[in-house]
């Protein structure tokens, strides 16, 4: 072992001293740099990983906000428009009324629905459901 160690030191006392004093500056002034680029990258990593997170997180809540909300607002219009007078008229008597009295009907509901349905744009119809008993 000896012999490898003193094998490098008669390597290194054949470089010039010039040479030597380029390589230790170059030496001490690059550790130090790639240390500090080291360190930033993985404070900048973090610091980004965080704020995608954070990011990620509060666009999801807000999403989940407004589909609840939405959700909401579909519920208490159906109710509205299924206890509405003309909906209940015409469940009641729907075997009763002549086609004119229909086709008044579902225009009266029609601007109702609409009405109501404006700013909804995922709303494209409402139909009204009866179910039938058998005699």
């Known amino acids: 072992m000896e ?10 006392r054949k470089i010039s001293v010039k040479n030597r004093i ?21 404070i ?3 610091s980004v990983k965080d704020k995608i997170s954070e990011t990620t997180t509060q666009s999801l809540l807000l999403s989940e906000m407004n589909i609840d909300m939405a959700i909401e607002r579909l519920e208490s219009n159906s109710i509205e428009i299924s206890f509405s007078e003309e909906a209940q ?4 008597n729907l075997s009763k009324l002549t086609d004119f009295e229909i086709f008044t009907l579902e225009q009266k509901l029609q601007s109702q629905s609409a009405q109501q349905f404006t700013l ?3 709303v494209s119809d409402v139909i009204l ?5 058998c005699r």
């Not at 012999?3 to 290194?12: A, E, M, V």
């Not at 380029?22 to 993985?42: A, D, E, H, K, R």
């Not at 459901?129 to 008993?133: E, N």
């Open 3 to 12: 012999s490898r160690f003193n094998k490098l030191i008669i390597k290194i």
């Open 129 to 133: 459901f009866r179910l039938f008993q």
């Open 120 to 122: 909804t744009y995922f």
């Open 89 to 92: 008229y015409a469940l009641r």
């Open 44 to 46: 900048y990593f973090n």
């Open 22 to 42: 380029v390589f230790s500056i170059n030496l001490t002034s690059i550790i130090p740099i790639v240390i500090i680029g080291v360190i930033s990258y993985f």
